[in-house]
Antibody, heavy 122, light 107 residues
């Protein structure tokens, strides 16, 4: 069974750093792109970008380029989303999701994690 | 970036009704279009990929059609379990943008 298990909710202060995780199981983690999607409170879905765990190739939405960093550790089937300096506007649920077909980025997301709620408040 | 616009933003219909949600792209996305369902407090769920292909396990009352810049998601007979917000997503361009969502309610 394919699963993406995300790390737990976080409460941080503005300016702090944070790294959240997404661990895949039940499939060949290295050969499927993993995407990240933001959902701000009461709002819609925003595509942030992808990472290919096999070689850590990354693609960022222009809206998120320079604001976050994607990384992956293929030895433990885990992808990460990182901030160096959080802002209150980063408060949101962050989902990781798997591309439906292996290797390509040109597909929909077929499996999703449950999401990680990140709250940034002073 | 390709902008995706859904209409209506909110839709109220009765059980058994045929429901249609429209998604328009600011430029062609060919047939690289997906639909997701998100129930409150849960992660999105893939319903349809490549415009009209039903994801495994999705009830056959859901269907998708369209091409280029205009797409529709149809529920042939609305059920109480279909209360959710529905999103389209294009994956034709570099940035795989989502529509703003359509909230579906039961009358």
């Amino acid at each position: 069974e394919v699963q993406l298990v995300q790390s737990g909710a976080e409460v941080k202060k503005p300016g702090e750093s944070l790294k959240i995780s997404c661990k895949g199981s039940g499939y060949s983690f290295n050969i499927y792109w993993i995407g990240w999607v933001r959902q701000m409170p009461g709002r819609g879905l925003e595509w942030m970008g992808f990472i290919y765990p096999g070689d850590s190739d990354t693609r960022y939405s222009p809206s998120f380029q320079g604001q976050v960093t994607f990384s992956a550790d293929k030895s433990i089937n885990t992808a990460y989303l990182q901030w160096n300096s959080l802002k209150a506007s980063d408060t949101a649920i962050y989902y990781c999701a798997r591309q439906r077909r292996m290797v390509t980025t040109s597909d929909a997301f077929d499996f999703w994690g449950l999401g990680t709620m990140v709250t940034v408040s002073s | 970036d390709i902008q995706m616009t859904q209409s209506p933003s909110t839709l109220s219909a009765s059980v058994g009704d045929r429901v249609t949600i429209t998604c328009r792209a600011s430029q062609t996305v060919s047939d690289w279009l997906a639909w997701y369902q998100q129930k409150p407090g849960t992660a999105p769920k893939l319903l349809i990929y490549k415009t009209s292909n039903l994801e495994s396990g999705v009830p056959s009352r859901f269907s998708g059609s369209g091409s280029g810049t205009e797409f529709t998601l149809t529920i042939s007979s609305l059920q109480p379990d279909d209360v959710a917000t529905y999103y389209c997503q294009q994956y034709y361009s570099f940035s795989h943008s989502f529509g703003q969502g359509t909230k579906l309610e039961i009358k």
